[in-house]
């Protein structure tokens, strides 16, 4: 029988066509990736119309306008990919859920920042290096001590990473040359090694900053880390260990004579899993913190201080705190309906539920729900689980949250996890930098590699501020006042106010505004 003839390879115009309707000119845009440039737009220019403003720049060529970044693509990446109407997470091709089930987090460390799992001899070698630069310099000491014992652990931890670049002036592109890193792309074997030292401190380092900012509000001395022991246990070492002297008595230890301390191996796990999950999320706002800061070429301890301030905001670094207040102010499950039903009515705010890039359920979700029953198995049944099964299950039935697609997200569980494992609330957000640290250096790592170089991150804004004005003396000025219009009024105390008194001779000297 004769073979049948193969059909001819079907081709597409990958282009897009715009028509702008100023001028009646006609325009082919490249398609790649699903994606078109944004630079080309400078080409599509028109006359001013009667509408437009001199600042508008019409006749310089179109903006894209994207506020918040909502489907603007700043970068082309090999690290993590996200489906958010399927619910899936991938680092460099493998699933999340595989990940979370079989690896650990140094492992998938290697993988996001080098790009494929690693042989056994590989993955040792770089353990071996991580753990060996958890050390820190003995003035570490002074350094967290000069902060207040009440102050916030992300404050310290945010100081902590710029702090480091201090120590270290072969990693500042400012005193070795700006192609420090970018020569990295070329091969340069040396360049590549003085990189990957500072990824071995940066990731090796999180979890001591972290401990010691830990052992601040606790008013404990600093542990060095510990040799022998996983990433995770080391933390955990590092953040409970008491004294040179610390073991378990005999009564406690399945042998005869007592044994040095070590992390309870289910928190170990948990932990390692925990950190596994948040490793990477792609672009989120501290990745493109970092990012836009290393485009600069600072040192990288510079860009992951910023990083790690990006994540201090509550919208960003802040949501499993929130979910254990929200179910803390809701107090029972009993009292589940009735927030639920002010929750419609927007007169309260569910924590825990949707995602900016989920449109189902978080893959994660389902990995820590599984997580939590492990540690309260060993920690016991956190009081507010019943709430928050309550919420879960009764969120999960109503239409409401059903139709707009508000499923329980990966920050719902990881704060009862944290919970029961005795953290307080506000070090959550530090129990995120630690391994979110090595997102931000894969993709740090990855814009310094790139063959096209590195571009510094300059985005256009649109102006809509006041056309070109004269300046006038103070008798010409207009009077404007109002909220936000002019200098608040700041009720002062103490040596202020004491001193304003002796100034002026009344607290209200001067007040003209009713702020």
């Known amino acids: 029988m004769g073979q049948e003839t193969p059909k001819a390879k079907q081709t597409r115009n990958n282009s897009l066509v715009v028509i702008d309707n100023r001028t009646g ?48 693509a700043v970068i082309e990446s090999a690290i993590t990919y996200i489906d958010g109407e399927r619910g899936i997470l991938r680092y460099r091709g493998y699933p999340i859920e595989q990940l979370a089930e079989k690896s650990t987090f140094l492992e998938c460390a290697y993988l996001l920042i080098y790009g494929s799992l690693p042989r056994r001899s590989q993955l040792s070698h770089f353990e071996r290096e991580v753990l060996l630069h958890g050390i820190m310099h003995a003035d570490a000491t002074k350094f967290f001590g000069s902060f207040r014992y009440d102050a916030h652990p992300m404050a310290m931890l945010t100081s902590a990473f710029a702090y480091l670049g201090s120590y270290y002036g072969e990693a500042n592109p400012s005193l070795q040359g700006q192609t420090l890193y970018t020569k990295c792309a070329k091969g340069d074997t040396e360049a590549l090694q003085n990189m990957d030292k500072q990824i071995y401190r940066l990731i090796g380092k999180a979890t001591t900053l972290a401990a010691m900012a830990y052992r601040v509000r606790q008013g404990r001395e600093f542990v060095v880390p510990p040799t022998g022991m996983s990433y995770t246990e080391s933390f955990l070492y590092q953040l409970d260990h008491l004294s040179p002297t610390d073991s378990f008595s005999a009564s406690f230890s399945a042998s005869p004579s007592p044994s040095p301390y070590k992390p309870h191996p289910v928190l170990a796990r948990a932990l390692d899993i925990l950190f596994i999950l948040h490793a990477d999320h792609e672009m989120n706002a501290s990745s493109t913190t970092v990012l836009q800061t290393g485009s600069s070429l600072p040192d990288p301890y510079s860009a992951v201080a910023a990083g790690c301030a990006s994540l201090y905001g509550p919208l960003h670094g802040g949501a499993n705190e929130a979910v254990i207040r929200m179910l803390v102010a809701i107090g029972s499950p009993d009292n589940v309906p009735a927030f639920l039903a002010a929750v419609k009515r927007r007169e309260k705010v569910l924590s825990g539920f949707g995602h900016r890039v989920y449109k189902t359920s978080d893959p994660r979700s389902f990995i820590i729900r599984k997580i939590a029953d492990e540690v309260f198995a060993v920690t016991g049944r ?72 590195v571009k510094i991150w300059r985005p256009r804004q649109i102006y809509v501020g006041p056309s070109e004005r004269s300046y006038v003396s103070f008798d010409e000025r207009e009077t404007v006042q109002g909220p ?14 004491r001193r304003k008194l002796a100034e002026t001779g009344s607290l209200t000297a001067g007040v003209k505004s009713k702020l």
Do not use: C
């Not at 936000?484 to 106010?497: D, L, R, T």
């Open 25 to 72: 000119k006609q325009y082919s845009v490249p398609v790649t990736h699903n994606s078109v440039p944004a630079t080309f737009f400078k080409s599509i220019r028109a006359p001013a119309g009667p509408d437009d403003r001199p600042e508008d720049e019409t006749e310089r060529g179109l903006r894209v306008s994207d506020r918040g970044f909502l489907n603007t």
């Open 382 to 453: 956190d009081p507010l689980l019943d709430t928050a099964m309550a919420l879960h299950d009764a969120a999960l039935k109503d239409d409401y949250f059903v139709s707009r697609k508000l499923a329980p997200n990966v920050d719902f569980w990881s704060g009862l996890i944290y919970r029961a494992m005795g953290f307080p609330m506000d070090f959550f957000p530090v129990l995120f930098v630690v391994p979110r640290v090595v997102g931000w250096v894969a993709h740090w790592r990855q814009m310094m590699l790139s063959p096209e170089g």
């Open 484 to 497: 936000g219009k002019e200098p608040s009024i700041v009720v002062h105390s103490g040596m202020a106010m």
